[in-house]
């Protein structure tokens, strides 16, 4: 069945992948005996592609090579929504490239890997953060990936995402910040010394995005001003601040 279906894909689908079929926006590859090498020409293809929205690759026999294979693909395609790669053997080297890859990315907003045995917690952890990146404000994406390079070249010692109703310009917050993305800002302002202001005004983050911001001043010295006025904070994410800031910050 697997062997039919494989033949199925490469007489059939990969040329409707090439072509752009309109009609074609969800592929389910699983168990079909797929390897790198079959891997890379459908990759190729959906470089280009502007119809697929969904790709299931799941339990096949993907390793290294379609692993990278995917990822430099990932960079191209602006189409794609979902994608499952789980049960294969991806390595950390193509979770790395994938991750990478994800950064330039802002249309995968689902993404499964597990299953993956050479892949630890930590791994998918990070490759799962860097798709769920696509699904918050996309002003927060660029503005993490400009702290992350330490981009001097941006306004980088304000950094305001206090949320706008009213914003329309594109370089304002028009929708809410939650405790998954002050996790996403405090991992790149932990080692962060350009930034001296970060405005978070507004939004709906919580303890949880409370204590994370407050752990990242243990490891930065560079901040002298956070805003979460009109948050939804509380006692624990309040305490969280009392206590890096009695014991290992004396910046802000």
């Not at 033949?7 to 390897?35: C, F, I, M, S």
């Not at 053997?89 to 994938?98: H, Q, S, Y």
């Not at 660029?142 to 305001?160: G, H, I, N, P």
């Not at 914003?167 to 996403?184: H, R, T």
Request: charged share 25%; proline share 2%.
């Amino acid at each position: 069945y697997a062997a039919q279906r494989h033949q199925d894909y490469a007489k059939g689908y990969l040329p409707r992948v090439l072509g752009n079929d309109p009609t074609l926006l969800e592929l389910d590859l699983q168990r079909t005996h797929l390897t790198d090498v079959s891997l890379a020409t459908l990759a190729d293809a959906l470089r280009l592609n502007s119809v697929l929205t969904s790709l299931n690759l799941a339990d096949n026999y993907i390793e290294h090579d379609g692993g990278m294979a995917l990822a430099e693909m990932l960079e191209f395609n602006s189409t794609l929504q979902q994608l499952n790669v789980g049960d294969n053997d991806l390595g950390p080297p193509a979770c790395l490239r994938m991750i990478q890859a994800l950064r330039r990315n802002d249309t995968l907003d689902l993404l499964n890997a597990d299953g993956n045995t050479t892949l630890t917690g930590e791994h998918l952890n990070e490759l799962y953060c860097a798709v769920k990146l696509n699904t918050q404000p996309r002003l927060l994406k660029r503005t993490v990936e400009a702290l992350r390079a330490q981009d001097l070249t941006q306004s980088l010692r304000l950094v305001d995402l206090s949320y706008s109703e009213e914003a329309e310009d594109g370089e304002s917050l028009s929708a809410y910040l939650d405790d998954f993305s002050a996790q996403a800002l405090a991992d790149v302002l932990r080692g962060n010394r350009t930034t001296e202001v970060l405005k978070l005004r507004n939004n709906r983050i919580g303890d949880e995005g409370a204590r994370q911001l407050a752990w990242m001043l243990e490891g930065n010295t560079a901040l002298d001003e956070v805003d979460l006025f009109g948050n939804v904070v509380g006692a624990a994410g309040c305490q969280a601040f009392v206590e890096v800031l009695t014991e290992h910050n004396n910046y802000l």
